[in-house]
């Protein structure tokens, strides 16, 4: 499957973007998806993630209450909804696929099978 991410930009902080992730050559809801960002001079790290049904997810905390991940298996594309947006969550976003089937969502990166390309998120001060 090939994934596609879009929607980034500048934001000030306090705003809003969504975050979106299309999926080509296969069936979206065969996966469990996840979102992660990536800031320079910084690790890959964990951001949310869905299930292929949509009936679980899971938030990094310092997402929580703030972002909310969602899916359209129909579409064949996840979203990622960004609110009050903090300097801090300027990164590059990648969503991520991952056979569904596992009793947890993964939050490791290494768990993860397929990549989009990243999309960038910038939040002004």
């Known amino acids: 499957v090939q994934l596609q991410a879009s929607g980034g930009g500048l934001a000030q902080a306090g705003g809003s973007l969504r975050l979106s992730c299309a999926a080509s050559g296969g069936t979206l809801s065969r996966y469990d998806m996840g979102w992660f960002r990536q800031a320079p001079g910084k690790e890959r790290e964990f951001v949310a993630a869905i299930s292929w049904s949509g009936g679980r997810m899971l938030y990094a905390d310092s997402v929580k209450g703030r972002d909310t991940i969602s899916r359209d298996n129909a579409k064949n594309t996840i979203y990622l909804q960004m609110n009050s947006l903090k300097p801090e969550d300027t990164a590059i976003y990648y969503c991520?696929?991952?056979?569904?089937?596992?009793?947890?969502?993964?939050?490791?990166?290494?768990?993860?099978?397929?990549w989009g390309q990243g999309t960038q998120v910038t939040v002004s001060s």
């Open positions: 991520a696929a991952r056979a569904a089937g596992g009793i947890t969502l993964a939050t490791m990166a290494s768990r993860y099978d397929y």
